[in-house]
């Protein structure tokens, strides 16, 4: 029995550790804008999509950089022609028109793909056994590519010039700009690692699963819930929640059928609001 959940545990840390890229863009978005991209999970989607067409020309590792390189221009493109024309117009338009493009996104991923589950069509291969437990090729990927990337953007936060400017404006983005901060610089590296990390994590996703046009609403929910667990606005603090996601929800298998896994999310955004709007770990503030 022990052994049954440590395994349920492993599974939780690889699935919270994608769950985190996805996390860490919708809170850097907010962090610095105050406003939730619920198009943010259109841009898993599309990152997904994007490799599964280029795959189907190209090797799979090559196949996946001009599928992130598109998503990263669909990010921008998001700010540039949908959500700076409405900056000024208050938060409620923006969130108004960031749900009207999700289904926007989510409907041309459906009039181009079909509705239809794709593949990559990787073929299974045996996992390594260690302790009575197992752990995949595929999963072991998934941990190192999400470490990897994470790792990069803790470098890049805490030990460059443009990671200061970025944590700067999410503490205050009038002050930032009066202290001579280019506020267009620091809006556009915000929207290109949102897109970066949420495509790379759509394309992980994908690697392990299926692909079909409703991922990125689903993925987008228990990134908003690992946000609203860390505290919203908070780099780590998304990071945390979204490990604490991707164990509990694993760890509901033992207790419910694996068709209410996804409601652990629902679930724990409903708790979330109700107990500790500010976070189980009352983290607030921006980028940190």
Request: charged share 10%.
């Amino acid at each position: 029995m022990a052994d049954y959940y440590a395994q349920l545990l492993i599974n939780g840390a690889v699935a919270g550790a994608v769950y985190a890229l996805f996390a860490v863009g919708l809170t850097m978005v907010y962090g610095v804008f105050r406003f939730i991209n619920f198009a943010h999970g259109e841009l898993i989607a599309w990152g997904a999509y994007l490799a599964f067409v280029f795959s189907k020309f190209l090797p799979f590792s090559v196949a996946v950089v001009p599928a992130i390189m598109l998503t990263v221009l669909l990010g921008i493109g998001q700010d540039r022609y949908v959500y700076n024309p409405l900056r000024q117009q208050g938060r409620i338009t923006l969130l108004i028109a960031s749900i009207g493009l999700s289904y926007l996104l989510r409907n041309a991923l459906r009039l181009i793909w079909g509705s239809d589950l794709q593949t990559y069509g990787f073929e299974a291969s045996r996992g390594f056994f260690f302790y009575g437990l197992t752990i995949t090729r595929t999963q072991l990927f998934m941990l190192a590519a999400a470490i990897l990337f994470l790792a990069f953007l803790y470098v890049l936060l805490k030990f460059t010039m443009l990671g200061k400017t970025l944590r700067a404006a999410a503490d205050n983005m009038e002050l930032a700009e009066i202290m001579g901060i280019n506020m267009k610089k620091v809006g556009l590296t915000v929207w290109v690692l949102s897109a970066f990390f949420a495509s790379a994590g759509g394309i992980l996703i994908g690697i392990d699963t299926n692909l079909e046009p409703m991922m990125g609403l689903t993925n987008l929910l228990k990134a908003f819930a690992a946000v609203l667990l860390g505290g919203a606005g908070n780099v780590w603090g998304a990071l945390v929640g979204a490990l604490c996601i991707g164990v509990a929800e694993n760890l509901g298998v033992a207790f419910l059928s694996p068709g209410y896994k996804d409601a652990v999310s629902f679930a724990l955004i409903i708790l979330i609001l109700l107990f500790r709007p500010t976070g189980i770990f009352s983290i607030i503030g921006g980028i940190r």
